[in-house]
């Protein structure tokens, strides 16, 4: 059972836009803005995508974003490219003792 | 570019040592924090535990009897140690670069090694 729950999978069509939800409590997401998310393409190794809720590390694709309401982090990715299909995490600190938590992720298959 | 290459026994017998090394090549690990994460088979991901370069740690409270944690500037090479492994620990373990001097969160990780504790 992860810290912060995310849906199984979500899809969509080229072109279109997709949410990805990622829910905590008000000791990870809902407490701090320290909130990431992770693409992982299966056999290679996972990529920053966002940090610190909505940052974007240099050279990621402006189609990603993230925001957050509550203990509610979300990834919104716009435009859905056939190479966007992966698996997404998100991961937040926590003031808990394990300091770092992650969804269970959240498969993205595009039509 | 900078990248990480973990490495070890893809085996392991229960009880045993599961040992691993994350090998840093194309940059310097110092000035950063580096964290050992695992995923089960068909599970999320875990997080382990971090070392600093200098040698600080810190451990998921679950795993923390049984796990250390350490770098070396000099082979620029961060290395787990797990032990006393069950069938419960078998998992792609990777590791991960902290950003930005940060804990938090990873801007480079490994692609993951799989150990699998059977006899």
């Known amino acids: 059972q992860s810290a912060l729950t995310q849906p199984a999978s979500v899809s969509g069509s080229p072109g279109q836009s997709i949410t990805i939800s990622c829910t905590g409590t008000s000791s990870d997401v809902g407490g701090y803005n320290y909130v990431s998310w992770y693409q992982h393409h299966p056999g290679k190794a996972p990529k920053l995508m966002i940090y610190?809720?909505?940052n974007r590390p240099s050279g990621v694709s402006n189609r990603f974003s993230g925001s957050k309401s509550g203990n509610t982090a979300s990834l919104t990715i716009s435009g859905l490219q056939a190479e966007d299909e992966a698996d997404y995490y998100c991961?937040?600190?926590?003031?808990?003792?394990?300091?770092?938590?992650f969804g269970g992720g959240t498969k993205l298959t595009v039509l | 570019q900078v990248q990480l290459q973990e490495s070890g026994p893809g085996l392991v017998k229960p009880s045993e040592t599961l040992s691993l090394t994350c090998t840093v090549s194309?940059?310097?690990?110092?000035?950063?924090?580096w964290t050992w994460i695992r995923q089960p088979p068909g599970k999320g991901l875990d997080w382990i535990g971090y070392v600093y370069y200098s040698g600080s740690t810190n451990y998921n409270p679950s795993l923390k009897s049984r796990v250390t944690i350490s770098a070396d500037t000099s082979r620029n090479q961060v290395s787990l140690k797990l032990t006393s492994v069950t069938a419960a620990d078998t998992a792609v373990y990777y590791c991960?670069?902290?950003?930005?001097?940060?804990?938090?969160?990873?801007?480079?990780w490994g692609r993951g090694t799989l150990v699998s504790v059977s006899s």
């Open positions: 610190e809720v909505s």
């Open positions: 194309g940059g310097s690990i110092s000035n950063y924090y």
């Open positions: 991961s937040s600190y926590t003031s808990g003792s394990t300091l770092v938590v």
């Open positions: 991960a670069r902290g950003r930005g001097g940060y804990y938090w969160n990873f801007d480079l």
